[in-house]
């Protein structure tokens, strides 16, 4: 079993591509397809080149083997794209079938009319790309965890943050000829940058979500996408913009929270439990001299958590780990006396500790009547109603039980996206695998 590499560069005058073809380590060389082409024409065309019978050459794309019907500009590839294939001598698994019609903005078939502010969106992932310094939408990819080629079909997929942040939760055939079976690696992409290059991988903000069951803000009461949900027992939402002058606000009062699981973070502003943000790059929301306020904060109050000391003074800041027995300290570096408990310049005498930062509640302002309506579990008439979606190609009522979009008919063994509505594809498995 061996690997082909087709590096694929969309020529736009002529509407074609160029493949260029790896076998292993021997010289690649190039075939160009018409824009229109299938897989099974580029089989055929690999196959005139290799020798090989076209029957034996699968094509996987994210996770899946590819479709013979499936049309290359039906992938929507970027520049400098990379499709797997491999030759295939046994039976193989199931197929991926890419519908022709692509996922746009207001693919979502239900008729509720929404409010102008907001747009219907197939896309579930937000990303903090700093390469843009934006919010961006991001995609999901996926490869084999020892490798790293893409070329790998899942025994599963993926259903919830979990199996995508937690590494080896899910298992996959490795096609690159020596790996077998392995742990597979998801990954996100940046949706603005073309091409798969490795340098355009970004963390995702797992809290930020698209509003599409129109939840009001905690804050200010509007309705607006994305937005980000704590993960506290009801889910608040909070916009955007209400996040950022939230952050702001508490950064600026040195308010966060050190916890020895989450860090440095902020949690619901109702002041619910288990409700701090569970990943630091949601604070870039706060833009780029804020974010780098919070890195230096989190790190000072890291130093005081573990015993350190911090120079009271505003233009100094130095940090120090003192025996707990001294109360009188100097500060080495800008040569400021000052006691230990108070952190006022040196006196004798008693003083009274600092105090602790105030607890959870009352964070902010919040309408108890406003709380109850922010509340991301509190499901729309719309969303009940819709528990259950017909098959799109013989409208059998479907009931989805977990958090894959990917739905399977079982009377006409369809494939179809739960979000779209439709055939799935590949922009399905990159916008909303799972939601």
């Not at 055929?44 to 049309?71: C, M, P, R, Y």
């Not at 579930?124 to 310094?133: A, H, L």
């Amino acid at each position: 079993m061996f690997m082909v590499y087709c590096t694929v560069m969309q020529m736009n005058l002529e509407r074609t591509v160029v493949v260029n073809i790896k076998f292993n380590n021997s010289t690649p060389y190039r075939l160009e397809v018409a824009h229109t082409d299938t897989v099974q024409n580029i089989k055929e065309k690999v196959s005139l080149k290799s020798g090989i019978d076209s029957k034996q050459i699968q094509i996987i794309f994210a996770g899946k083997i590819l479709h013979n019907d499936t049309q290359l500009q039906d992938l929507s590839l970027g520049s400098q794209s990379v499709l797997h294939a491999f030759q295939e001598r046994f039976s193989v698994v199931p197929t991926l079938d890419v519908s022709s019609i692509r996922t746009t903005e207001g693919a979502d078939s239900s008729k509720t009319t929404s409010p102008p502010t907001i747009t219907r969106t197939p896309h579930q992932y937000y990303v903090y790309c700093k390469e843009c310094n934006l919010l961006q939408v991001g995609k999901l990819r996926v490869r084999c965890k020892l490798c790293q080629e893409e070329g790998i079909i899942l025994k599963r997929e993926p259903e919830n943050w979990d199996d995508v942040l937690i590494a080896e939760r899910i298992l996959g055939k490795c096609m690159s000829g020596s790996c077998g079976d392995q742990p597979v690696q998801f990954y996100f992409k940046c949706a603005s940058h073309e091409g798969d290059t490795q340098e355009s991988i970004v963390v995702p903000l797992k809290h930020i979500r698209p509003n599409r069951k129109l939840v009001e803000c905690i804050t200010c009461g509007c309705v607006s996408t994305p937005v980000l949900v704590f993960p506290c027992e009801h889910q608040h939402v909070i916009c955007l913009e209400c996040f950022k002058s939230y952050g702001n606000v508490r950064l600026n009062e040195r308010a966060f929270v050190q916890d020895q699981e989450h860090g440095y973070s902020l949690p619901c502003p109702a002041g619910c439990v288990n409700s701090l943000i569970q990943e630091s790059h949601h604070f870039c929301l706060l833009g780029r001299d804020q974010y780098e306020r919070y890195k230096n904060f989190a790190a000072e109050e890291c130093l005081l958590q573990n015993g350190g000391v911090q120079c009271p003074q505003p233009q100094c800041g130095e940090g120090m780990i003192l025996d707990s027995s001294v109360s009188k300290i100097t500060c080495p570096n800008c040569r400021f006396k000052f006691c230990r408990k108070c952190l006022s310049e040196y006196h004798d005498g008693e003083c009274y500790a600092a105090q602790n930062m105030e607890s959870y509640t009352a964070l902010m302002s919040v309408d108890s009547e406003r709380e109850l309506r922010s509340r991301w579990d509190a499901e729309s008439v719309e969303f009940i109603q819709r528990s259950t979606k017909s098959c799109p190609n013989c409208r059998t009522r479907t009931e989805r039980s977990g958090g894959c979009m990917h739905m399977q008919c079982s009377r006409c063994q369809e494939e179809w996206c739960w979000m779209c509505e439709k055939t799935w594809n590949r922009e399905c498995q990159g916008n909303h695998w799972f939601g």
